[in-house]
């Protein structure tokens, strides 16, 4: 079966730093395009950043760039997500999630990972 | 960015009857690469439709989809108890990628 199983949840102050980590099983995780997409409490779905199989090509959103940095170890089958600067406003459940690529979007998605930027 | 605006916010059915979602993009993507997804409280979303109208593996054949351009539609023929959730529309055809705000569908 194919899971995805994330790092636990952590509380950290402003300005702080993180890093995020997400394992993967069941599947051939070094030829997937893999996604963090986060969620603030009660609030809808935002994308974050994606990396391609060979981390030959890396994408961020505007509101992340320069602080988060995506990565993976495909030997370990492991994707993570190094976050610094963390603000008020990165308080969110991230989730990483598996890409197909082509017609098919995020498919199996991990339970989430709890942020509490606070001080 | 594709801004993706769903309605109505929230939708107030009974079990039995029919739920049509709506989703609308500032601008068309490439590929008709439109996604629904499904998210009930504390869990992770799951994808329902892609390709605007194609279910994804495992969902009934009570949930159907249709919609090119800027304008798609998720459409529930027949609300089941497990149905009442939030639903995001998504598209993944133009970067950066963007999700809806969300429809809840709630039990009336």
């Known amino acids: 079966d194919v899971q995805l199983v994330q790092s636990g949840g952590v509380l950290v102050q402003p300005g702080g730093s993180l890093r995020l980590s997400c394992t993967a099983s069941?599947?051939?995780?070094?030829?997937?395009?893999m996604h963090w997409v986060r969620q603030a409490p009660g609030e809808g779905l935002v994308w974050v950043a994606h990396?391609?199989?060979?981390?030959?090509?890396?994408h961020y959103a505007d509101s992340v760039k320069g602080r988060f940095t995506i990565s993976r170890d495909n030997a370990k089958n492991t994707l993570y997500l190094q976050m610094h600067s963390l603000r008020d406003e990165d308080t969110a459940v991230y989730y990483c999630?598996?890409?197909?690529?082509?017609?098919?979007?995020?498919?199996?998605w991990g339970q989430g990972t709890l942020v509490s930027v606070s001080s | 960015e594709i801004l993706l605006t769903q309605s109505p916010g929230t939708l107030s059915l009974s079990p039995g009857e029919r739920a049509t979602l709506s989703c609308r993009a500032s601008?068309?993507?490439?590929?008709?690469?439109l996604a629904w997804f499904q998210q009930k409280p504390g869990q992770a979303p799951r994808l329902v439709i892609h390709?605007?109208?194609s279910r994804a593996t495992g969902i009934p054949d009570r949930f159907s989809a249709s919609g090119s351009g800027t304008d798609f539609t998720l459409t529930i023929s027949r609300l089941e108890p497990e149905d009442f959730a939030v639903y995001y529309c998504?598209?993944?055809?133009?970067?950066?990628?963007?999700f809806g705000q969300g429809t809840k569908v709630e039990i009336e």
């Open positions: 999630a598996r890409d197909p690529v082509g017609s098919i979007p995020c498919d199996y």
């Open positions: 069941g599947f051939a995780f070094s030829i997937y395009w």
């Open positions: 990396i391609k199989g060979d981390a030959g090509e890396i």
């Open positions: 601008q068309t993507f490439d590929n008709n690469y």
């Open positions: 390709s605007a109208s």
């Open positions: 998504h598209q993944y055809g133009t970067p950066p990628w963007t």
